[in-house]
């Protein structure tokens, strides 16, 4: 099994293009650090903080329906309730996932897992 960098999604409501077809599986890729810093120096985030959203979803979205690409136009014009589970959605695959580790419960004597979560060490 490799290294998961792809995630299949499928939007609440869904793009409507310009045909009347309507788009809802799509792919998102996990981001790296250019999708998440190039954005800043864009003229409209420079303008408009929040348009950030509309550019790094853009760059990380690589598929929709049978569109043949998605660009910032394209997640300009989702419906709310689809831009709000694309940002969730975002969130939730680059989140980095807490190490756990396999241990023995001190009462019950069944192996465990136990999270081990480094931010909150020390």
Known sequence: MGFQ?????????????EYGELH???VMRLANAADEILPLKDPRV???PGYLTIILLARVVTKLGALPAVDTKTIEKLFTMDLAYLQDFYQRINTMEMPKYRGVCPHCGKEIEIPVNFMEAG
């Not at 792809?6 to 869904?14: A, I, Q």
Request: aromatic share 16%.
């Open 24 to 26: 809802r599986e799509g």
């Open 5 to 17: 960098t792809e995630f299949t999604f499928v939007l609440p409501r869904g793009y409507m293009d």
């Open 46 to 48: 420079q303008q408009n």
